[in-house]
């Protein structure tokens, strides 16, 4: 079983559409939970972190849920421009600072 | 600006060559990291170094070397040894302390060997 698992997609979505992501972990003792963005070609960039509590930012809302081992993306209004790949980024036990990369969630919002 | 910049962008290669990429950071991060990505896979860690004179291997060093002489610089070096290294290679950084854990990543160097 994989470290991190995603769905590769693709998502086709229309604009304006809400759409959701999962991810999920192996290692139960995972400590820290993140997505990041990565466009075509280019660098992934910390979209968010994913907290215990749940956490929200403008459009985007991250969810953690320790029991089920998963983690949730959800994208509300969306917008051309947050077509990409969405990678799901988890820190396991006892790697120091290393992070574990899941292989990503392609998206494309169509106008 | 503060970043991490990365040389070559494109970088191509002839079978049996070494070739060493360069990776350097003014964010004054402890922790340096090289990453391998291939097509529809994610980001795979080569080696890391938590520290200046100090690294560690990650999950497929075979045929690459390091180097951490400086805390602003972390050159990999990909040998002969290597027996696929096409690829798109990246190079983060992340503070030694700090709550998150966030990982900066340079824009990359494709390299295609030919």
């Known amino acids: 079983r994989k470290e991190v698992e995603q769905d590769p997609g693709p998502f086709n979505v229309p604009e304006g559409a809400t759409v959701a992501f999962n991810c999920t972990y192996s290692?139960?003792?995972?400590?820290?939970f993140f997505w990041y963005r990565q466009d075509c070609r280019k660098e992934p960039k910390l979209l968010m972190s994913?907290?215990?509590s749940g956490n929200e930012d403008g459009r985007f809302t991250a969810q953690l849920n320790r029991a089920s081992q998963y983690i949730s993306l959800l994208i509300r209004d969306s917008k051309l421009s947050d077509s990409a790949t969405y990678l799901c980024?988890?820190?396991?036990?006892?790697?120091?600072?290393?992070?574990?990369f899941g292989s990503g969630t392609q998206l494309t919002v169509l106008p | 600006d503060g970043g991490i910049t990365q040389s070559p962008k494109y970088l191509f290669r002839k079978e049996g060559q070494n070739v060493t990429l360069s990776c350097e950071q003014n964010?004054?991060?402890?922790?340096m990291y090289w990453y391998r990505q291939d097509p529809g896979q994610g980001l795979r860690l080569i080696y890391y170094?938590?520290?200046?004179?100090?690294?560690q291997k990650g999950d497929i060093a075979e045929g690459y070397s390091v180097s951490r002489e400086k805390k602003e610089s972390f050159p990999l070096t990909v040998t002969s040894a290597q027996k696929n290294p096409t690829a798109f290679y990246l190079c983060?950084?992340?503070?030694?302390?700090?709550?998150?854990?966030?990982?900066?990543f340079g824009p990359g160097t494709r390299l295609t060997v030919l």
């Open positions: 980024v988890v820190n396991p036990p006892g790697s120091a600072r290393q992070l574990t």
């Open positions: 290692n139960s003792a995972s400590q820290s």
């Open positions: 983060a950084s992340s503070q030694a302390s700090g709550r998150d854990n966030e990982q900066f």
């Open positions: 994913v907290y215990s």
């Open positions: 964010l004054n991060h402890d922790a």
């Open positions: 170094s938590q520290i200046v004179n100090d690294f």
